[in-house]
């Protein structure tokens, strides 16, 4: 999990640097392996515009590009194929620093004067994943209106500080910038600033069905329907923020979908709504001989252990991995329906595992997903469509057979500070768990305390000691040595009888 810093203090107003943010985050549990610059040592690379692009008298594979620079206008010869008049992109004047320290200076290219360079994502030190196919062979083309004359770095968002996330298993509500910005607020004692999810009001209802057949595997399913879209390419914000979280942009409404799966944690899905046959959504489990082509087109042959999403045709996704190749979003989608839901981790693990496809939204399923947060997400998700790509929002379907229920947990009096080896003041212990998001009640001198329902890790009273801890800070309880009777370690009988039976069936050639 990679944390932009800029996107982290939009919930936050966290003001430690980021090496500091690191060590307090890696000393209360959530360890941060690594903090990336990817912008460090790139200096003077602006936006241009290219104004005319001829080729090269005098070379069949060069071009002689005029550009814009916003303060100049400037001749550049570039042997990049995929250069065409009004690009903006970015360019490197004389005496720029590209990623690796390289320099570039002005100098004559077959009789022709080259006053810079036209960059590639390579060379701004951008992963080639990260590059859609065009421009891992070409210059990086950056999205209309973009502002010429001005900083790609900082445009790009690559002047920002990364942190690099080492989670364990049970902190999955941390996969998500604002699960992250949540821990920081608990540490420092800072506010926490909610997402905006605040929309407009609904053109008008929908002729949009959800039936949930397998409640088990499926515990919500929301349906977001948005009519008279506009795909197109993200803004730079978007597609920089993508990039540094290792994700490539797309295009605005799919983009969008994994902008709100990094920020909030919740995978979406946006299938076009045309082709959804029928009107109908069915989340159910795969039937004897089905198969459908997933979205890198790819026959999957499925299994009946399988959740899918089916309209009335067939499978249009597998549930929590990947979505199908026939209802993907194109340049001709006019409506979407976003898809924001709970299935089943195991499930999805299975899944995923046996058709040997692993994405950043079946990471999460496996995690286990929050339920109460899928309307959220889809209303977010919403909101930035409706403000890069347009259209009016439809009556979202709501399938919610059986709501989440906050668990509570009973701590007895003393236990934390017994637990601990320190004395921490009640209000204080109380304080860190409310921090986190707890409802703290008092009951006959014990607390109850309400878990909130992203925190499926907290299920026992030793778990909720463990979080005043980590928030009381590690480095402050006292170094103690083990109390008790000390013994010598062996193998217990059942477990000497289970090995020789091993060794026994392995020397007669057997498994």
């Not at 604002?178 to 929908?206: C, F, K, M, N, Q």
């Not at 979003?329 to 006019?334: G, K, V």
Request: hydrophobic share 45%; charged share 25%; proline share 7%.
């Amino acid at each position: 999990m990679r944390v932009a810093l800029n996107w982290l203090r939009e919930f936050v107003p966290v003001a430690a640097t980021a090496e500091q943010l690191a060590d307090r985050l890696t000393m209360a549990g959530v360890a941060v392996e690594a903090v990336l610059r990817p912008g460090a040592g790139i200096r003077k690379v602006v936006t241009g515009r290219l104004l005319a692009v001829e080729r090269h008298p005098d070379a069949d594979r060069l071009f002689v590009c005029r550009v814009d620079a916003g303060t100049e206008e400037l001749t550049i010869v570039t042997g990049a194929t995929n250069v065409a008049t009004g690009q903006i992109v970015p360019v490197a004047l004389h005496g720029s620093v590209l990623a690796g320290g390289k320099t570039i200076k002005q100098s004559r290219l077959r009789g022709v004067m080259s006053q810079g360079m036209l960059c590639s994502g390579q060379e701004l030190g951008l992963e080639t994943k990260l590059l859609s196919p065009e421009e891992q062979h070409g210059i990086l083309i950056l999205p209309p209106g973009t502002p010429v004359g001005q900083s790609v770095i900082e445009l790009m968002g690559m002047d920002d500080a990364v942190l690099v996330l080492d989670l364990t298993p049970n902190r999955g509500d941390c996969l998500s910038v604002y699960g992250v910005a949540r821990e920081v607020a608990a540490l420092y004692g800072l506010p926490l600033a909610e997402p905006d999810i605040s929309l407009p009001p609904a053109r008008g209802g929908t002729d949009l069905e959800v039936d949930i057949a397998d409640p088990v595997l499926c515990r919500r399913y929301v349906a977001r329907p948005i009519d008279g879209v506009a795909p197109g390419p993200s803004p730079l914000w978007l597609a920089g923020r993508l990039r540094l979280a290792g994700v490539r942009p797309i295009g605005n409404i799919v983009d969008v979908t994994n902008y709100v799966m990094l920020e909030l944690g919740q995978p979406l899905h946006a299938f076009d709504a045309r082709r959804i046959a029928g009107g109908r959504i069915t989340v159910r489990r795969a039937r004897s001989g089905e198969g459908m082509t997933t979205l890198d087109g790819v026959e999957r042959p499925l299994t009946e252990d399988m959740l899918l999403i089916a309209d009335q045709e067939g499978p249009v996704a597998v549930a929590g991995v990947m979505g199908g190749l026939d209802s993907e979003i194109t340049d001709r989608t006019t409506g979407v329906v976003l898809e924001s839901a709970a299935f089943d981790p195991v499930s999805v693990r299975r899944t995923s595992r046996n058709l040997g496809l692993r994405s950043e939204a079946s990471l999460r399923f496996e995690k286990g997903m929050d339920p109460a947060g899928c309307l959220r997400a889809a209303d977010r998700a919403a909101k930035l469509i409706l403000a890069l790509a347009g259209g009016a929002l439809l009556d979202p379907v709501d399938a919610y057979p059986a709501p989440v229920r906050k668990r509570a947990i009973t701590i007895r009096a003393g236990r934390i500070n017994e637990l601990l080896g320190v004395e921490v003041p009640p209000e204080k212990g109380r304080g860190f768990l409310t921090a986190l998001g707890c409802e703290v009640h008092e009951d006959d001198g014990r607390w109850v305390v309400d878990v909130p329902t992203w925190r499926a890790d907290l299920t026992a009273e030793c778990d909720l000691v463990e979080e005043v801890g980590r928030l009381y800070g590690y480095m402050n309880l006292p170094e103690t040595m083990p109390i008790g009777p000390s013994v010598q370690g062996g193998v217990a009988p059942a477990e000497r009888t289970r090995r020789l039976v091993a060794r026994t069936v392995a020397a007669c050639g057997l498994r």
